[in-house]
């Protein structure tokens, strides 16, 4: 319902910009169903494409059948998320060239699936103290988010929030464990 | 527990008290107990303080365990600050069966300066304690008094006793009757919402001794960054129920909560600092999209910015007066402890140059700043004199040490440590002696003492 919703805004705000003079078939439409292999496109919609119809017709989405990803529930995505983690430097929140090929690719998958509500949870690892991870959690958090941003992605499908280092994801003490723990981790929160 | 009166008719109760037992050497004469005199020791040196089993004037099991307890924590208790030379326990026994046949001889023996000698007794509505300091060599009683209340909790006769007696004896504040706040995993419960193997974090509170540790948050997320109100009656803290950290108070003997940063809906909200009048909270607040320091009343309302700063800016604390502010910064690369006015004007002035976070002002007499710094792998406590700038070092690189905080007397300071495993709460005397671990199940982080 929020898509074809947010459709329909979407379409009446092209209407007032372009104005309704012109007679053309209505051409905008639910979102595709995405389906493996599938390039989807949700933002290269023609923005100048006037929309004469008061009432677009609403389309329910078809049942997807060949889609895993899609059809799984929240929590067994998350537990094989498609959504890779992104790995920093000590006390850095610097995207590095293979944090930000993890953030394409994580972009490639956002795009793909529209509907999703993405939360990015900042790590650190613990040697920094207590406080000031915090801060620099949310700095790891914003840093992937505000890449995603910059690759199309709407900035209110992301949130952020920072964990410092109180939910170290291996609880080692040495640097193969430090380096896994400072991240920034993607979670579905909606589907 | 109240007190009913200051001393002093004892008396009374000292006559129903021989009544019960055999023949006594008859009664002193009466004395001027209201006056109050002062034990003293050799020159230099603290007075020699004995501390015997108090006397169970009522026989049964439980005034026979309750006078234990009371004394054994009152020794604990004047022990922790150090301002008496405590005879070990363990050379002497009780040997007085009430106020008028104590063998004054026998203490003088033992070096003794003073003697503490105490009775318990259950009555009607619950226990009454009498409590007498003598001083051993004019065999006077040089204060006294009297306690009553319920048997409910009876380390709390000696924490009170043990706080008098330093006032009147030494003119100190103690600090047996303040608590501990800190966050604990200890219960086991699993974070909601996620997929990931995470414990909550929950807010629990300890007498200062550690003993009587409860649980006083049930939100079943993380809850961090606990700090008690200057009165003692409210806890502020981060909780992430929101889903981010946002601030809130709990006023814990009313069992209401209040939602500080409620209706924010852009950043989180960490590490809430009580201003030292407990109308306002300095905090940290990612709201304008960078961690700043911030500041807001009680209730949460009128909120201002008071740090304005690409870097991180975080870790407020307040200085006794409420004048100045002290909080952490990277805006010189790592993390360094800066200096403000509290209404943020003025550019700050830095403190430290070494890796530094979580500076918490002392209070007065004292002045000066407790931090964990990065000493090695791990971090250890400093302390820095703000009028010479001296730093001192209190930890050595046993586990990682972080969060300190104060005592209100300033004379101890709890901290976190890993020097046991898990990240821990211990106690230690200001000048780096007298280690104590206070909590051992689970991992216990970001302790606060409360004033």
Redesign the interface.
């Known amino acids: 319902m929020t898509r074809v919703w947010g459709t329909t805004v979407l379409l009446l705000m092209v209407m007032s910009v372009a104005g309704c003079g012109k007679k053309q078939a209505p051409i905008a439409r639910p979102m595709p169903p995405p389906f493996p292999g599938a390039i989807s496109t949700p933002s290269s919609r023609p923005p100048a494409t006037p929309e004469p119809v008061a009432e677009p017709t609403i389309v329910p989405p078809e049942p997807v059948r060949d889609d895993a990803i899609a059809s799984a529930s929240l ?1 067994d995505l ?2 094989n998320s498609p959504l890779k983690p992104v790995f920093f430097d000590y ?1 850095s929140s610097d995207l590095s060239p293979d944090a930000q090929r993890a953030l394409d690719e994580n972009a490639a998958t956002i795009k793909k699936y529209p509907s999703w509500a993405v ?1 990015i949870e900042g790590h650190c690892d ?7 991870n ?3 959690g ?2 790891r958090s ?1 840093a992937a988010r505000a890449y995603l941003v910059s690759l199309g992605i709407p900035a209110d499908r992301v ?5 410092g280092k ?2 170290p ?1 291996d609880p080692g003490h040495d640097e193969a464990a430090f380096r896994k723990n400072r991240r920034a981790h993607f ?1 579905i929160t909606a589907k | 527990m109240k007190r009913i009166s200051l001393i002093v008719v004892l008396a009374a109760a000292m006559a129903s008290t021989r009544a019960q037992q055999p023949p006594q050497p008859p009664a002193q004469p009466p004395q001027p107990q209201e006056i109050e005199t002062t034990i003293t020791g050799e020159p230099g040196s603290p007075p020699r303080l004995a501390v015997p089993e108090f006397i169970a004037v009522s026989k049964d099991t439980e005034s026979v365990a309750i006078a234990k307890t009371i004394s054994q924590v009152l020794f604990d208790d004047l022990n922790f600050e150090r301002e008496f030379a405590l005879i070990p326990r363990d050379v002497y026994s009780t040997a007085a069966t009430s106020f008028s046949d104590v063998p004054f001889d026998r203490w003088r023996e033992l070096n003794a300066d003073g003697l503490v000698v105490g009775t318990v007794q259950k009555t009607a509505t619950g226990l009454k304690v009498e409590l007498r300091l003598f001083n051993v060599r004019t065999r006077q009683s040089a204060y006294g008094r009297e306690y009553s209340g319920s048997t409910a909790n009876p380390r709390l006769y000696a924490h009170q006793i043990s706080d008098e007696l330093h006032q009147s004896q030494r003119g100190l504040k103690g600090v047996a009757r303040t608590k501990l706040v800190f966050d604990s995993d200890r219960d086991g419960e699993r974070m909601g919402g ?3 193997n ?1 414990g909550v ?1 929950e807010l629990y509170i300890a007498d200062y001794d550690g003993e009587n540790q409860r649980r006083v948050t049930v939100s079943k997320t ?1 809850n ?2 606990p700090a008690w109100s200057p009165d003692g009656r409210s806890i502020a803290y981060t909780s ?1 129920r929101r ?3 946002q601030i809130f108070v709990s006023h814990i003997f009313q069992a209401l909560l209040d939602e500080l940063t409620k209706g924010e809906k852009v950043g ?1 909200n ?2 809430p600092a009580w201003s030292p009048d407990g109308t306002r909270l300095c905090f ?1 607040s ?1 709201r304008d ?1 960078n ?1 700043e320091i911030y500041v807001m009343n009680r209730d949460g309302s009128n909120v201002r910015r008071l740090t304005r700063h690409p870097g ?1 800016d ?2 407020p604390t307040w200085s006794p007066p409420g004048t100045q502010i002290a909080f ?1 910064s ?1 805006r010189g690369g ?2 360094h402890i800066y200096i403000m006015d509290a209404d943020g004007s003025g550019s700050p002035t830095l403190l430290t140059r070494e890796y530094s ?2 500076p918490t002002w002392s209070p007065a007499p004292y002045n000066e700043i407790a931090y ?1 710094a990065r000493t090695g ?3 250890d406590i400093k302390v820095i004199d703000l009028a010479s700038r001296q730093v001192r070092q209190l930890t050595f690189g046993e586990g ?1 040490n ?2 300190p905080t104060w005592s209100a007397n300033g004379r101890h300071l709890a901290f ?1 440590s890993t020097r046991a495993g898990k990240s821990q709460i211990f106690t230690i005397a200001r000048d780096g002696k007298n280690v104590r671990q206070l909590t051992r199940t689970g991992s216990n ?2 302790p606060n003492w409360s004033k």
């Open positions: 929590d998350n537990r006390n939360t613990e040697r920094g103290t207590a406080e000031y915090l801060a620099l949310e700095r914003v949130r952020t929030v920072s964990y109180e939910f994801f979670v | 996620t997929i990931e995470r974090k993380l961090i960054n992430y889903g981010g950290g989180e960490w590490l940290t990612t999209g961690s991180i975080i870790s952490v990277d790592d993390p976070d979580r964990s792998p791990g971090n990682t972080e969060s976190m982080q970001q």
